[in-house]
């Protein structure tokens, strides 16, 4: 009976340290947003809370602008989730794939 129990799936990711703490998440179409953790699932559904979402430009879609909009408390369906990173401890750099122009 043992051999025929189903072993539980086990995620890639262990996001249980990131319980309780700001992280910062992107999602499929670009919107990105902040929020402390406060639950997740095998699929990485999230929950956050004290959300805040992150601008884009209505001229140019892949730039972030300085504007956010708060949220609150959403639930974040995994399957739209490109990115999860810690916001502490998060900076941007340059695309070091971009070619530098001599001038």
Known sequence: MADKEKKK???????SKYIDKMIRV????GREA???????????NLVLDGTIEYMRDP??????????????????RGTSVVLI??????????????????G
């Open 9 to 15: 799936k086990e995620s890639i990711f262990d996001l």
């Open 59 to 76: 001229d140019d879609q892949l730039k972030l602008t300085e504007d956010t909009r708060q949220l609150g408390l959403v639930v974040c």
């Open 34 to 44: 902040s929020g402390v953790l406060k639950g997740f699932d095998p699929l990485l």
């Open 26 to 29: 992107k999602f499929q179409g």
């Open 85 to 102: 990173c810690p916001q502490d401890g998060m900076e941007a750099i340059p695309n070091p794939f971009i070619q530098q122009q001599d």
